[in-house]
């Protein structure tokens, strides 16, 4: 990772920084419910279900700003890779889509 940010400058350093802190707010319902069924602890994984839409909420107000970063990035040619962030881009909304399905098909084995 440091050297992904040493070979990167402006928009794509910002367009990180935005991407992780969406990855961060959207994965930490996912930690709370299954760090709280492993110590048995059914009131946050409750609150974590009841509050899922909210995270969704506040990982795709960070994703969309992360994501024109992204673009204005690959416009300037700052990134460290020749795809210009579009692998980037896949990553940070194709990872909350393969967490989701997988929590859904965790919750239908229960």
């Known amino acids: 990772m440091k050297a992904v940010w040493n070979n990167s400058s402006g928009a794509a350093r910002k367009a990180l920084r935005l991407g992780v802190v969406a990855l961060s707010v959207f994965a930490l319902p996912l930690c709370i419910f299954f760090g709280s069924d492993l110590v048995h ?32 990035a690959s416009c300037k040619g700052q990134w460290w890779r020749p795809d210009g962030g579009k692998l980037f881009v896949c990553a940070l909304y194709g990872l909350p889509l393969l967490w989701s399905l997988l929590s859904a098909g965790s919750l239908m084995k229960r």
């Open 41 to 72: 602890f059914r009131g946050g994984a409750y609150l974590a279900l009841r509050t899922w839409w909210l995270f969704w909420f506040f990982y795709l107000v960070l994703a969309i700003p992360a994501t024109a970063l992204s673009v204005q």
